[in-house]
């Protein structure tokens, strides 16, 4: 049987991007196969469709590093035919086959239950992004971070997948939320998200006059790198945390240690891709009941396959605001 996917692939000019018909056959070996309902376009799925990242090992390959659907067979126990899944990370997109198809064949490992009350459609608006995001709450909660402390937390990146999902959580669980956008167009739409302050991206751009800034921030989640993160570092109140999730400036950080000598600041790496089990479940769970469903529609564009190539090179550019889902099947 065949299926459409989009195909990145090596030709005598470069890469090329194509929706192509596809056989099962072709598909990767795993213990589950998956109809693809629905996957979504992350910043690292515009790296890999414009070849700016050396992740792909084998041509071709089909992009996106998440899908959600419906099992159609499995070898695994865990998963039966109808039931309807979630996958996040493990690298699929990048050196295993991703979700830019109508099917897809993953293993068992890889995948997470659907809680019950979110279709494939939304679990997509969340994506990758929004489990990021979570994950990222979930860190500064765990380093103590609570609502009922003075200050805001804030958000670099605001209006990108991870920055918005993370504004709406930090909002709904009654933080003071700060957003860092450079798009003067995005403001309305963080104060709708549940932001009280707009912070200037080229505001944070700039180093500190010092080692150490101004304590402004009681915990802050950073999507930007570079420059942008040094500032934060340098202006988090004593004991805070960053939880940094992205380079969408730069992956290099040019600093000190004082932020952490000096402040008992914190440093928390996400690492979405091969988080364990029992906490992408929470995670999910979570984000059932804490990211509101009206929200997350506000937030949410939905293109076809056909579209990909277009939006892959917009959002390399922060020209997409909110959360961009593909429907593979239209």
Request: charged letters at 20%; hydrophobic letters at 40%.
């Amino acid at each position: 049987m065949t299926f459409n996917a989009l195909l990145l692939d090596k030709t005598d000019d470069g890469l090329s991007l194509e929706i192509k018909s596809v056989h099962e056959d072709d598909l990767p070996e795993g213990d589950v196969l998956v109809k693809v309902d629905y996957s979504t376009l992350n910043f690292k799925d515009g790296l890999i469709m414009n070849g700016l990242v050396k992740l792909v090992k084998q041509y071709p390959h089909v992009p996106g590093i998440d899908f959600a659907g419906v099992v159609e067979s499995s070898s695994d126990d865990r998963y039966k035919p109808g039931d309807r899944v979630v996958l996040n990370g493990w690298r699929v997109g990048e050196i295993h086959w991703g979700g830019y198809a109508q099917k897809a064949r993953v293993k068992a490992d890889w995948l997470v239950p659907l809680p019950d009350a979110i279709s494939t459609r939304q679990a997509m608006a969340i994506g990758t992004a929004g489990y990021t995001a979570m994950l990222s709450v979930m860190a500064l909660e765990d380093h103590g971070l609570t609502p009922e402390q003075d200050g805001e937390v804030l958000v670099t990146g605001a209006s990108g997948g991870v920055g918005s999902i993370a504004c709406a959580i930090l909002a709904r669980l009654g933080y003071q939320v700060a957003g860092s956008t450079g798009s003067e167009s995005s403001h309305n739409y963080l104060t709708e998200l549940g932001v009280s302050t707009i912070v200037s991206r080229t505001e944070l751009e700039e180093a500190p006059k010092g080692p150490l800034g101004g304590e402004r921030w009681i915990g802050a989640i950073d999507s930007v790198g570079g420059s942008t993160l040094h500032h934060v570092l340098a202006t988090l109140k004593y004991w805070s945390c960053c939880a940094s999730v992205g380079l969408a400036a730069s992956n290099e950080l040019n600093t000190t240690v004082l932020p952490f000598l000096m402040r008992g600041v914190t440093l928390q790496g996400i690492d979405s891709a091969t988080c364990p089990y029992e906490r992408r479940v929470v995670a999910w769970n979570r984000l059932v009941n804490e990211l509101p469903s009206d929200i997350l529609e506000t937030m949410t564009h939905e293109i076809t396959l056909s579209e990909l190539p277009s939006y892959g090179k917009k959002i390399l550019k922060g020209q997409t605001q909110g959360r961009i889902i593909v429907n593979v099947n239209s």
